[in-house]
Every structure is written in C-alpha cells, then in structure tokens.
C-alpha cells in the first residue's frame, strides 16, 4: 500500500459531519459565544444525561480537571495519592501541582490496569486518594477500589481520559469515584478540535466547589470567594463535542469491530499478545495495544510500510527525569517495566477501512514469518 496508513484520521470524521459542524462553527462566530456560553452548557447538560450523573463541569483540558479534583478534594501539601505507575503524565503532576506526592503503583501485565493488591500496599496515614486510570480504554475493576478507599477513607478520582462511555458491569467509567475526568482531545474517543476537559461528580457539595475554583473562585464576575483558577471551555468546542456526542455509540461499536478484526487476524502470529478483554467490562479500544519481544524491530519494520504505529507509554513514570527527586525503587513495579519494552499501538480510529487492518496483519505476518 503506497498511501501512508494514519495513526489516527480525524479529517475522515470531519468530512462525515462537515456541514453540521460548519454549521455550528458560524452560528459560535455570529453570536461571539466564545466562552463557556450556550454551546457548552448545552454540551454539559448532554454529557451528563448520557453518562447517567448529575453534574458536569466543562474546562479547558483534561489535565486541568484533575487539578481541579484535587482541590475541590482539599489535597493538603505532601498528602500522598496513589496512581498507576505505567500511564500519561498528567495522571501524576497534576497531584504534585495540587500539593500532593505521587505514589506510584504497579498494573496487571495482562491489562495495563492498576494492580488492587498492590494499591493496599501502598496505603498509610498520609494517603488521601487514590486517581485510578482506565487505560487504553478498558475499565479497571473499579469495585473493589471503591471498597478499599471506603474502607481507609479515602477519595476516588477516575481518570477516564481514554475511556469515555465504556462500562464496568453496565456502568460507566467516571460514575463510580468522587470525580470522574475526562480529557477530549482531539483524538479521543470523543475528541474537540483543540484542547477540552470535563468533571463529572454526583456529589453537589463537590460540584460547587469545583465550579467556583475553575471559575477564578467565584460564581459571579467580580465576586472572588477563594482564589481559584481559569479553566474554561471554548464555545467551538462545546459545539463540536455536542454533535460527535450523538455518535459516540456508533463510534465506540467500530472501534470495537476494528480490534476484534485485528485480534482474530493476529492470532497466534509470532508472539504477539493482543488486548486481552475481562469479563463484565466494555472496552472501548481508544488505543488497540499489541505486545511483542521484537517491538522495536517490527515498528521500525511497519513505519518503514507506511503504516503509522506508536508507543503508549515508552517509560513507566517513576523511571522518569521529572520524579528522580523522589528515589523510587523503580524494580518494585515489574510488570509496568515488562509492558513497556514491548507495547506497540496500532492505528485504531472509527472510520479505518477493514482492508488497511488486513494490509497491517498482512505485513505484521510478514514481518514474523
């Protein structure tokens, strides 16, 4: 295949929605409803309908809405919260931002999800939370940290930045903790054209307060309660997001089909590992991650065949420069340090033809035989 296979298309997206979004851009332009304005709490009210909670906060990133979290949660200075050891960044600074000191935890080497045993291991007195991941867009088995964190009294964050509108046991992610987060960047599951965020919560007394620190730390203009900060979505982006909003479903089910496709063609082909899926959790394929001992070899192999690849993540975060300060005993996270020698994500996006997975089988066969 000559033409370059894309690691994500969101042009193809666009053109499948070009005249309701062109719409919806020059009626934002004619109305200068820039700032949050009509779009957004029209987008906000539909998220929070579909997801099944009651309140919604829209900001500029997803990073934000974590910080936002935190000290909505009254993270105090050197409170510890425990995270996933092998996932973006933001899962992480946003707690030293907010105050706080990452602990970090291992995952399952099966589902790159945090490791729950581990997490009791990590628990003390000075542990105020817990910001659980679902990554690449499976759910985390959420029960049983919503248990534990009841039992030590500690507060949930869930980091849904990959997972929008996928369930664990009919439930969606970012329902279960005290607040869920979600980033829509553009290439998201449900992504904006720039940056956009959002928390959800369905306790009021946390909604309030979120509210006002996002907002400068007030409700109104002038009238500053606390010092907060400024997060705020665009009125572009609310519009955009309401009208993919209305096709997520649609979108999720073909992300689903594209790593099935992928999963039955790449069976037993060398030593790959594909995706492994549990039991009463909706996985909503934001990335579709292979494992192979010859990562390298064969990414540089299928770049080489114009086929876009890439590495999610290619270091587990107490490995890197930004916690040296904190001496972590990097081999106490063993499957997080395996996982990351020898993943590999393969382009996955709603409108992949079945024909360019076949071609990247093809030549990922090809590359092992």
């Known amino acids: 295949m000559k033409k370059k296979i894309k690691f994500v298309d969101l042009y193809a997206q666009y053109k499948n929605h070009k005249k309701l979004i062109d719409n919806s851009i020059k009626k934002i332009i004619l109305k200068s409803d820039f700032i949050n304005g009509q779009s957004v709490k029209r987008f906000e009210d539909n998220f929070k309908k579909k997801l099944k909670i009651n309140y919604c906060i829209t900001t500029n990133n997803g990073t934000d809405s974590l910080y936002i979290a935190m000290k909505s949660l009254n993270l105090k200075k050197d409170q510890e919260v425990i995270t996933s050891a092998h996932t973006w960044i933001s899962s992480s600074s946003s707690i030293t931002q907010a105050g706080g000191r990452p602990v970090f935890c291992d995952t399952y080497e099966d589902t790159f ?19 659980v991941v679902h990554l690449y867009g499976q759910p985390c088995n959420i029960s049983e940290i919503v248990k534990l964190a009841k039992k030590n009294k500690m507060w949930i964050i869930e980091d849904c930045a990959q997972s929008h509108f996928a369930k664990y046991k009919n439930k969606f992610t970012g329902t279960f903790g005290d607040f869920g987060s979600f980033s829509f960047y553009p290439s998201k599951n449900l992504g904006a ?3 956009a965020g959002a928390l959800v919560t369905n306790n009021k007394r946390l909604y ?11 409700f109104k203009k002038n009238q500053h309660l606390i010092e907060g900060t400024n997060s705020r979505m665009d009125g572009l982006q609310g519009a955009i997001l309401d009208i993919k909003l209305k096709y997520i479903d649609k979108y999720n089910l073909k ?3 594209i790593a099935r496709l992928y999963s039955k063609l790449l069976y037993d082909v060398g030593d790959i590992e594909t995706p492994k899926i549990i039991e009463n959790r909706d996985h909503v394929f934001h990335l579709y991650v292979i494992k192979t001992k010859k990562r390298d070899k064969l990414k ?13 993540y290619p270091k587990c975060l107490p490995k890197l420069a930004a916690y040296k300060k904190y001496k972590f005993k990097v081999d106490s996270y063993r499957n997080a340090l395996k996982n990351q020698k020898k993943i590999l ?3 996955i996006y709603p409108e992949l033809e079945k024909n360019k997975v076949k071609y990247i089988c093809k030549k990922i066969k090809e590359f092992f035989s």
């Open 193 to 195: 054209y720039g940056d």
């Open 113 to 131: 999800n945090i490791d729950v045993d581990q997490i009791k291991k990590k628990i003390n007195k000075k542990t105020a939370g817990i910001i």
């Open 300 to 312: 540089k192999f299928l770049l080489q065949n114009n086929i876009s690849c890439s590495i999610h």
């Open 345 to 347: 994500s393969l382009p």
């Open 208 to 218: 309030k307060k979120a509210l006002v620190f996002s907002k400068h730390g007030g």
């Open 255 to 257: 992300r689903l089909n």
